[in-house]
C-alpha cells in the first residue's frame, strides 16, 4: 500500500505540494490530472526518491520504478537502451515488439523521434520488476496509435505484476481507459478524488467543472 | 616566414636541446594534468550531484581560484618551497616536481569547476532515469561517466592545454635552468628577452605543433572506443 501523510513541498515561500492524506491500494492504478504546475511531477518525484518532501511523509512498498517526464535516450542503440536495464535480449526485443519498435532495434537511440523515443523509454521501465510504478504522462509524446500502444503495455504489466500504479497525464483517454481512479491536482492540493468516468461526468467542485471542461474527448 | 624556416630548422633534424625542453615540458603537462584530474574529477562530480549547505559558497570560491593568477600561484609555491619555508626541507625548488605543484594548484580549480558544472546540467536527466529504474550508486555514476565522457574528456585536455601553455609560475618555482626546469613557455619568454624574436616565434610554432599533436592523439584515443 501506498500511504501518504501530511506531505508539502516548499521551495522558498511558495508551496508547490500540499497532501494532508492519500492512500493507494495494492494493485490499484490512479491517474493525476491537473493544469501545469500543479504538482504531478512533484509528487511523482517525492515517491520516486528523486526530490525529498520538506515536510511530512510517505510510506512505499520496497520496489518502485519511475518514468521521468522527458525521456533520456543513451549512448548507444534501442536495444542496449534496454538491456542496460539489465533485462536479456530476448525480452527487450520482445517489448519493442509490443510498443511497434522492432524495426528501430539497431537505431542509435538518440535518433529516436520524441514518440518513439517516449515508447522506448517505457520499454526500458517495463523490462524491471516492481510493486509500485510512477510514470509522469507516459503518453505525452504519443499519436493516437502510440497512446493505445502504452496504455495495453501498462495495463497487461500490472495484470501480471499485480503492482500499483500512479501516473499523471493531461489525457483523457489515459484516464478513462487505464485508470480506476482519477484525482485531480489544483495547486498542490487535491481538489477532486474519484472514478475516472463519475469525475469526468459529474466534477465535484466548480473548479474541477471547468478544469474538465478544457478536456476534448 | 623566418620564423617557420626557423622552425623547419629545429626541427629536422631535432635539435638535442629542445628535444630535451619539449621531454621536461611534455613530463610536466602530463603530471600536472594527471593529478589535477585525480582530484579535481571526482571533487567536481561530488559537488556538482550533491546538494549541501554552503554549496553555493564552495562554488563562488572554485571560480575564484578558476581565475587565480599565475604568478600569485608561483609565490605561493615558491614561499612554501623557499629554503626558509615549510617545505623548504624537501629541497624541490627548481626542480620539475616543484613545477608540478605550482600547476596542480593552478589547474584543479578548473577542472573541479568544469566538472561540477557539467554533471550539474548535464547528467541530471542520466541520474534522475537511472534513479528511476532502481540503479546503484555505482551504476548511476557509472552511466553519468559513460554518458558525458566526451564533455569529461574535454576538461582533461583543457587542464592539459593550460599546463603547457603556463609560463608564470613555472618560471617562479623552475627558474628556467638549462637542460633541468626549461620548458617550451619559459625558453619562449628567454629568447624574447633576448631580443631573438623570431626564434621565440619558432619555439612558438613548434609549441603549438605539440599541443595540437597531443589533442588528435588524444581524440583518435577516445574515437576508436566511444563510438556511440
Ligand atoms: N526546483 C524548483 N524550484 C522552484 N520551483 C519549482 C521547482 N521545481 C518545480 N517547481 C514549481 O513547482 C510547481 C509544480 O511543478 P510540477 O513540475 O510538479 O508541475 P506539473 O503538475 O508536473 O506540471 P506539468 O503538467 O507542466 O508537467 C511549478 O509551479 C514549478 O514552477
Ligand atoms: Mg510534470
New interface residues.
Partial sequence: MVEIKNLKKIYGERTVLDIPGLEFRDGETAALAGANGSGKTTLLKILAGIIKGSEGGFHIPENVLYMPQSSYAFRGDTLRNITISGADRKEALELLEKLELSHLAGKKAKSLSGGELQRLSLCRVLSRKCDLLLLDEPTSACDAKGAELVIKAIKDYQRESGCTVIMSTHSPLLALNAADRLIILNGGKVETDGSPEETLANPETQWAKSFVAGWKI | MESFRQAFELLFPPDRELLQIIGVTLRMSFFSTLISCLIGLPLGSLIGSKSFRGKSFIKKLIHTLMGLPPVVAGLIVYSLFTHYGPFGKLNMLFTVRVMVVAQVMLITPVVIGLTSSFIESASK??I??A????FSGLKTAR?CI??GRSSLFSVVLNAFGRSIAEVGAVSIVGGNIQWKTRVMTTAIMLETNKGKFSFALALGIILLIIAFAVNAVASFIVKENAD?
Fill in positions: 536527466p542520466v534522475e532515469t534513479r528511476g529504474l532502481g552511466l559513460g554518458e556511440g
